[in-house]
């Protein structure tokens, strides 16, 4: 070997050893660096060839590919749980202990309690007032509780925005220092600063959304969604809400792939991550416990007018207006039983008794005269109206039923009968169409069990249209179908034009109380939503969604909008606080009376009277008392966020244990540098002393010549 071999392979170690001595100095300098992947230093010995021979320095990044896919799935499992746990926990303390004073349930006793007060001392009116307020202050708590759970849908689509946004950024970043890395790679120059850096794109947007990441043959990377959507190689997708919309409350997750120009639906894509926890909470969970509270708010309602329309006030009113009922004029009436109207003047006198035989399908008043009618609504209409005569006036339009007196200082009393009470759908007859009600409600009915059959007609135009969604166990609509009603005038003829649009994913039934229902015939469904309905029956102002509750939306904001009907809250002297025994008796008898509290024990009793709760969200449908149902209700939500408590948890833990794996694998270890360190530093001084001997060898070598 020649002098000068000698000093290019003390050169070469020089600076191999100076360069592993920098990356050692990185390695230390980055001990506490989250994220922060240690670099390894190989030496590798140079061939003479072409007189050039040494050895030079191969530094690379650590990486364990296997554990770094593995913690980033934790990250995505994670990051998806604590969402879910987070906003069911906080959706649950909205709700709280029925047994605690705060919680929305504990508005409901109240009410009850002041109604068991008024019925000691009917008259009074100060009672009255506070009974009319608690009863306020209870639908006051519904409003302000469904807002709130409104409010946790509205943050998680915020929080989804805001997030993708972030992946957006990361996602550019990504592609960007891939080129970076890849010219790196084609020249020969060092990569592994942009590696690291892109590492820590890689982890946080794992926490983002799952993704599947394999290694570019150039360099770099490819991120893709976990069932192999691009996201990012050279260029990167775009992520936000789609730009179009059939009328979902919420627009829907969507990305535009690199080096395109079309949306693709993003949600349906997603196994894990933040975002994959915001819009499951946004479109499922959270909307699940809408669900459920909006049938527990229907039933505190139902309760109310139940007990309300079956007592009067004294005096009784000279007009009592019906709810929209959605039925039209046309609808079989479907009642059984027996009723009774009457005129009652205000001392409480009866003047007038019309006994309604609904099997019979006669009026008969107190003379004995007998009206007939047919077994429709109009006919009964007409019927009552001939009956009524010069003494009252009964109208049916818009869904809605009206009775008024004639004669002055007289007003309306309604019972059914006692012992073949009159019944549609379950329901007395004044419930019915809402003569009496206490609590209202705008925009859409509060019970959905309307009486109809299949051989009712319809009541919607040919060619009115509406739109469903097809959405999954997470919320995600993984379809939209158009439909648009058909020729058929009676139920069933709507319900084969439904069951043929809705082929291959739900199906009809109608019960015997008339309430109409989606039932989903595939797995891979969870409900069937409305997204936009464009119907209307007849004169009446309900949807086809409406009347029967189809969907997501108007069942689960049934907690919004009910109020203590005006006229009782202008007047509480029209609260219902007596009851007028009807049957069998003679005109000139005392029915009314203002120390007559049975109405107001009734109202009380409506706490505990078991009624129908129809299945809402994961809640199966059962007949207890309000006072069980919102236990039930509690107990599921706090059910729920405790079981993703826990989920939360365990993904963390198998996040940890693949974390702590995976940094003792990559990390730096200050001992092992400690020793490297030396090691390069006592290699660089041999290096130097060779340098020294071949030096003086040359001056030898020059002084001899």
Known sequence: MSLTSIMQTGLSALTANQQALKATSTNVANVNTAGYSRLDVQFVSREAVGGVAGVQVDIKRVSNAYLAAAEMRGSSEVSSAQVLADFMDRAQGLLGDPSQSGSVFSTLDPVFAAFGSLSVDP???????????DV????????????????????????????MEEANSLLSGIASLNKTIQNATISGAAAADAQTEQQGMLDRLAEIMDIRVQQRPLGGVEVRTSDGLILADLDSATLGMSSTSNGEAYPTAVMIPPRSTSEVQLDTHLNGGELKGLLKARDSDIVDLQQQFGEYAAGVANALNTAHNAASSVPPPATMTGRDTGLLATDRLNFTGATNIALVNNDGTLTHNYRVDFGAGTITDE??????????????????????????????????????????NTGLAITDDPNTPARRAGAGFSMTFGLNDLVTKGGGALNYATGLSNADLNGFTAGQTMTFAVRNADGAITKTINFTVGAGTTIAALRADLDTALSGYAQTSLDANGRLTLQATNNSVA?????????????????????????QTLPGQRASGQAIRSDIAANPNLLGTAQADLAGTATGAIVLASGDGRGALALEAAGSTPQTFYSAGSLTGQVTSLDDYAARLAGSAGSRATALANAAS????????????????????????????TTYQQSYSAASRLIQAAKDMFDIVLGMV
Do not use: P, W, Y
Not at 377 to 403: H, P, R, V, Y
């Open 367 to 408: 003379a004995g005269t007998v009206t007939n009618f047919a077994n429709s609504i109009g006919d009964f209409q007409t019927a009552l109206n001939t009956a009524l005569g010069a003494n009252g006036t009964a109208s049916f339009s818009g869904g809605s039923l009206k009775l008024t007196s004639s004669i002055a």
């Open 650 to 677: 365990a993904a963390q833990s198998v996040k940890d244990e693949v974390h702590d794996r995976r940094l003792s694998d990559e990390g730096v270890n200050l001992d092992e540098e400690l020793v490297n360190m």
């Open 527 to 551: 409900n069937i939503d409305v997204l936009q309905d464009n119907t209307s029956r007849g004169d009446t102002e309900m949807s086809l969604s409406a009347i029967f509750g189809l969907g």
């Open 136 to 163: 306020q202050t209870l639908l006051s708590q519904l409003q302000s509780t469904s807002n709130e759970l409104s409010s946790l849908r509205d943050e998680a689509n915020s929080r989804a925005v805001g997030v």
């Open 123 to 133: 008259s009074s009116a100060l009672r009255r007032s506070e009974s009319l307020s």
